[in-house]
Nanobody, 123 residues
Framework: QVQLVESGGGLVQAGGSLRLSCAAS????????MCWYRQAPGKQRELVST???????NYADSVKGRFTISRDNAKKTVYLQMNSLKPEDTAVYYC?????????????????WGQGTQVTVSS
């Protein structure tokens, strides 16, 4: 069974930095795109950043220039380096990955979600 586990969240003062990690495990054939989402209480989940298998990246306007997404395919891990953090960055951060599962006769591709890690930025 596939599992995504986030780590690196915590409490930090405005202007500080955090680095989030999300490691995938299980019977994985390959991983396509990997993403970070976040959700604050009472708000809808929003896409923060996306990275393709070849390394292409996209960022939400609210974090561009401050956050950097990266991945290590050998470790099946995606990272989110967050600098110059602001109180409005406070949320639960979730990783998401398009994962390919393979057998001798078929393949299955679907999105998997991590359980989330809390990021709190104080003013």
């Amino acid at each position: 069974q596939v599992q995504l586990v986030e780590s690196g969240g915590g409490l930090v003062q405005a202007g500080g930095s955090l680095r989030l990690s999300c490691a995938a495990s299980g019977s994985i054939f390959s991983i396509n795109g990997m993403c970070w989402y976040r959700q604050a209480p009472g708000k809808q989940r929003e896409l923060v950043s996306t990275i393709g298998r070849g390394g292409s990246t996209n960022y939400a306007d609210s974090v561009k220039g401050r956050f950097t997404i990266s991945r290590d395919n050998a470790k099946k891990t995606v990272y989110l380096q967050m600098n110059s953090l602001k109180p409005e960055d406070t949320a639960v951060y979730y990783c998401n990955a398009d994962i390919v599962l393979a057998t001798v006769t078929s393949t299955t591709t679907r999105a998997y979600w991590g359980q989330g890690t809390q990021v709190t930025v104080s003013s």
